[in-house]
């Protein structure tokens, strides 16, 4: 059994972004247009009225400010509100992978790492391109890596879920190092035309390299203490899409295809059950909380963030403990805490303790123990 470190992180970031205040104008737009178009019905009671958005209301209700993605002119065309994604000949890397390769780049060189070093690469994230190939393998082969590869899927959970994963392979001695990897096109899936969910997600790309210590070099390394899953299931955050759905052609557009939750359900179950699992995973480790310098948690919404960060603690957390990128970045599912770790993790001295926690669809939950080194 050998010993098991996180030695380098990478993140890929689309070039575009989007304001609040831009989404806004677009839903408003849309709103107008459909109120005008159907106000002989609404009149008669048959067709429910769109309500506007605002700025106030999206950042009120999430802390989102803005939001970076794969493609901003489709989204923001009133007629259209999705991402406009050219599909790509098959001789052409998937966009999936060129986003990896871009996250993947950054966590080699951090790790000190080349292709040559690396023996398994893992796709975790929450909406794959396609069934087979499998990303994973397209990414193992961008990248010229020999080994082997998988997909996996558990929402926004997927990246604590696939830590756990490359640690085992990494510890039974399956593999001297693996990429793990991140890419979460989360626009592709949302309903831009939905009051209350259109502002939620954006698009990035994370990686993470997990090898052996004894062969680490980097100088921004974490022990993997330990890792400790958990899934209920829950039909509150859900999406139907899939390749069954031309087989029943009435669920064809209809809008359980696309993202759908019960926000409010969400909020009041997920987060007791988020702070319980990483105080009994600290206690397993015979940690007290109050040791944790560190909380990269799932960047989904600011008010849960909050919440659970002050279950742990008893007392608000600061900014430094639980540090935020969901204003810039929105929630980009598995890739946010992994965001977080990577953007706040330099300053941490030596013996400090972090802990990388995930939570959405199923439900699941993953919470990560880590120790700088």
Request: with cysteine; hydrophobic share 45%; net charge negative.
């Amino acid at each position: 059994m050998h010993n098991v470190v996180i030695s380098g992180t990478g993140l890929y970031t689309p070039a575009n972004s989007i304001s609040n205040d831009e989404l806004v104008a677009s839903f408003n737009a849309y709103v107008a247009q459909f109120n005008a178009e159907n106000a002989a019905a609404i009149a008669r009671g048959e067709v429910e009225a769109l309500t506007e958005s605002s700025s106030a209301f999206i950042e009120r209700a999430s802390g989102i400010k803005s939001r970076f993605v794969v493609d901003k002119d489709g989204i923001l065309d009133p007629q259209r509100m999705a991402p406009r994604i050219p599909e790509r000949s098959n001789e052409q890397w998937g966009i999936l992978c060129e986003m990896a390769i871009g996250a993947a780049q950054e966590a080699l060189a951090r790790a000190g790492r080349t292709a040559a070093d690396i023996d398994g690469v893992i796709v975790a994230c929450s909406n794959l391109q396609r069934a087979y190939p499998a990303v994973a393998i397209e990414v193992q082969a961008a990248l010229g890596i020999q080994g082997f590869g998988f997909d996996m899927n558990v929402a926004c959970s997927s990246a604590t879920f696939g830590l756990q994963a490359a640690a085992n392979s990494v510890q039974l001695g399956q593999a001297r190092a693996i990429l793990m990897v991140n890419p979460e096109i989360c626009t592709g899936h949302l309903n831009f035309r939905d009051r209350d969910s259109h502002f939620i997600f954006g698009d990035a790309c994370t990686a993470v390299i997990v090898e052996r210590a004894d062969l680490a070099t980097s100088k921004h390394q974490f022990d993997i203490v330990g890792s400790k899953l958990l899934t209920q299931f829950s039909n509150n955050i859900r999406n139907n899409f899939g390749f069954l759905n031309r087989a029943a052609e009435e669920g064809i557009g209809a809008p359980d295809k696309l993202f759908v939750q019960e926000g409010r359900k969400v909020f009041k179950e997920v987060c007791p059950m988020v702070a319980e699992l990483i105080a009994a995973h600290l206690q397993e480790h015979q940690l007290n909380v109050g040791d944790v310098k560190r909380f990269w948690l799932h960047q989904a919404n600011l008010n849960m963030n909050l919440l659970i960060a002050r279950k742990l603690l008893g007392r608000d957390a600061e900014p430094h403990e639980a540090p935020v990128i969901l204003d810039s970045y929105a929630n980009t599912s598995s890739a946010g805490s992994v965001i977080a770790l990577h953007k706040h993790q330099d300053d941490l001295p030596s013996g400090a303790l972090g802990v990388l926690s995930s939570f959405g669809a199923g439900y699941s939950i993953g919470s990560v123990i880590l120790r700088k080194r």
